[in-house]
């Protein structure tokens, strides 16, 4: 499944020379998009991960992990036999990981049982996955060297936040 742009990212309010607008509006308004429905994407969106006001801490979490994971971690992605579902249209707890136990995860696991522990992101192999640097288990496994701290610090805070 290649890696390309839905209407939920790109359905955001930003500053134009003439005011805020939404983009998609503003698309559409100069030509560049057509078939797109307001009234059908209003509720189509995603959380800016980084910004507290645009959305609740699992909101923010789950949306970061769409962006960033989801387009492998879906039903037609390539990790789709691993059953870890992260869509934000998906919410089934188990898909999302909770009290999930990994397919196959081998040395990804880093000795974890479960893909999240609820209250508990250092038992949780999804903070594992993230954290690591290790080609092995980090995920995901291509494009990265390094560890996205301010991300990580937001799946563990709402991993910590799950009763």
């Known amino acids: ?24 509006d503003k698309w559409k308004e100069n030509g560049f998009l057509k078939g797109y429905n307001k009234e059908e994407n209003k509720e189509n969106k995603i ?6 006001n645009s959305g609740d801490l699992e909101f923010r979490a789950k949306s970061y992990l769409e962006v960033n994971c989801a387009h ?3 039903k ?13 249209s998906d919410h ?12 196959s995860a081998g040395a990804g696991s ?3 049982q479960y893909d999240i ?3 508990k992101p250092g038992e949780s192999i999804l903070v594992y996955r993230i954290e690591s640097t290790d080609l092995e ?3 995901p496994e291509i494009g990265r060297s390094t560890t996205h701290a301010e991300a990580t610090v937001l799946i563990k805070e709402w991993i910590a936040s799950m009763k």
């Open 76 to 88: 037609e992605g390539n990790a789709n036999v691993t059953g870890l579902f992260l869509l934000l």
């Open 1 to 24: 499944m290649p890696i390309g742009t839905k209407v939920r990212y790109l359905n955001q309010d930003y500053a134009y020379e003439e005011g805020t607008k939404n983009q998609l």
């Open 117 to 119: 522990v609820p209250g």
């Open 92 to 103: 089934n707890p188990e898909s999302w990981g909770i009290m999930k136990s990994p397919v």
């Open 72 to 74: 492998c971690h879906c």
């Open 137 to 139: 288990a980090m995920m």
């Open 47 to 52: 959380a800016a991960w980084d910004k507290v």
């Open 110 to 112: 880093g000795i974890n």
